[in-house]
């Protein structure tokens, strides 16, 4: 599904347009959102509460985003 026609919209679109292997996009994105994670997490002292504020997001999906990213947060 693509919001101007023409235009790859998901990762595998994107990365079949631009001779990447599908899963390369998906890794970068994820790479860029666990870091954005971890610097909010040091910044509030691992208070997951105040860092799910700052990210705008609710306190459910940012543990879930940590799960499935393999952030130790305990050694933040």
Known sequence: MS???GLPW???EVSQAFGRSEGYY???IEE????????????NRGNKAKTARM???QRS???KKIKRLKI?????
């Open 26 to 28: 998906q890794s970068v």
């Open 32 to 43: 860029q959102e666990r870091s954005i994670i971890v610097k909010a997490l040091i910044k």
């Open 61 to 63: 999906v940012l543990y």
């Open 10 to 12: 998901n990762t595998a």
């Open 55 to 57: 990210l705008n997001m």
């Open 72 to 76: 130790d947060a305990e050694l933040l």
């Open 3 to 5: 919001c101007i026609p």
